[in-house]
């Protein structure tokens, strides 16, 4: 299995070996950056095209459909049809938009997707830039996709295009302080911000030692995970593109490859996030047996599956429940969860446990008993006879 995690190291080794025989010296480090970054433009828009057709295969199965079966075997060539489709559509711009916010909006919120793949490690010896920020460098950049959809719903000069953008910009400002909150515990218990140092942290005992398994880290997760669907507008967090309200929100006046690129950042965003989930809860790739990006994969992907399984699953917030959600019920718990960590590291381990449990469960009850509000209300009808 050593050999199998060694085989990209070997590969882009084996190629900086052979230009070194007819390229200058200097040469060495800008052709190892190219590399990474090569590999990166190629795996995100790939991620993108197959996530598209495993979420329409995985969606149609719930609704008794079958999903995509006519291009190619199993229709594993549709997600190049509909590329090619995206590509050859007309872009029409309104005549009232700001033309080039309009052109710039789209390539913005690419550029953030892209860039947060740089320091997921995909396997052993498999993260392009191991930064000892690495956490703190994926959540800032992360969080400035907000900037590229409101410009993209300011220069349409469309209402129901500013209110996808307003709606986006309150959704990321309320869940980015939880989900932030949520990876404190993570960086106390590993001592570093760097994700190869935290996936590191979780190795022996075959995944027994996986922050996941202890109660800080349960909650940590959950709140994270949540906070991470909301991040990328998925179900039941699509207010900014609520087609039953706004049409489409932020990209209602968008065509083509143009509209073609938000829905690819929104597939990227979707992977790399459920790949920091699997980094900083589910042990990376750590496991018995299995090469370590299999494992990473393997783990991301079923993150990745319950995403889909909202979507199939769950009916859209009102955008007063998804506000208090975020405010009255995982700000508060992501607080609370902060001090358990630190009870628990600080205290002899047998307290620590119980204390740990009993704490979160008492304020998870009292938020819950005190914030209803988030939940649908209970309606009665009374008929006239």
Known sequence: M??????????????LNAAAGFL??????????????????????VTMMYLTLLERKVVGRMQNRIGPNRVGKWGVLQPLADGVK???????????????????APLLIVM???????????????????????????????????????????ASRNKYSLLGGMRAAAQMISYEIPMVLSAVPILLASQSLSTHAIVEAQGGFHGLQWFIFT???????????????????RSPFDLPEAESEIIAGFHTEYSGMKFALFYMAEFMNSFTLSGLATTLFLGGWQG??????????????????IMLWF????PRFRVDQMMNLAWKLLLPLSLVNVIVTGFWFFVNPPLAIGGSIAILWLSGWILVRLNQSYLPEKRTYQFAD
């Open 2 to 15: 050593e050999a199998l995690d060694q085989i990209f190291v070997s590969l882009k080794q084996g190629i």
């Open 24 to 45: 200058p010296a200097w040469t060495g480090p800008l052709l190892s950056v190219a590399i990474s970054i090569g590999a990166i433009a190629l795996l995100g828009p």
């Open 86 to 104: 995206m590509l050859t559509k007309e872009d029409i711009v309104p005549a009232r938009a700001d033309r080039l916010l309009h052109l710039l």
């Open 112 to 154: 953030p997707a892209l860039l947060v793949f740089a320091v997921i490690p995909f396997g052993k010896h498999m993260t392009a830039v191991d930064l000892s920020v690495g956490v703190l460098y994926f959540l800032a950049i992360s969080s400035t996709t907000t900037i590229a959809i409101f410009t993209a719903a300011w």
């Open 215 to 233: 109660p800080w880290g349960f909650v940590a997760f959950i709140i994270f995970f949540l906070c991470g669907v909301a991040e990328c507008n």
């Open 288 to 305: 018995p047996f299995l090469p370590s990006w299999v494992w990473f994969f393997g783990k991301t992907y079923a993150l990745i599956f």
């Open 311 to 314: 979507r199939g699953t769950l």
